[in-house]
């Protein structure tokens, strides 16, 4: 298991957190985004669209055999 802290830097168009669903999806991994009062599914784009915005903390989790690729392919797209 992978678990990074970030600050999500970039605020994300409709488009931009399509790309992020998708590019979860192509991972293996589970990839979960943990905030203070949420934890969601980046591969789900009904828990994507409710809680992620730009300026708040999250923490990334990714489980499986491509977590570590997973991490920053997801990392890349948040900061």
Do not use: C, Q, W
Request: hydrophobic letters at 45%.
């Amino acid at each position: 298991m992978r678990v990074k802290d970030i600050k999500v830097a970039k605020k994300l168009s409709v488009d931009g957190l399509i790309k992020l669903i998708k590019t979860a999806n192509n991972f293996e991994s589970d990839i979960m985004i943990r905030g203070t009062h949420f934890t969601i599914d980046a591969k789900s784009i009904i828990g994507m669209v409710t809680v992620l915005r730009g300026g708040i903390d999250v923490t990334i989790i990714t489980k499986g055999d491509d977590e570590e690729e997973a991490l920053r392919a997801i990392v890349k797209l948040l900061v």
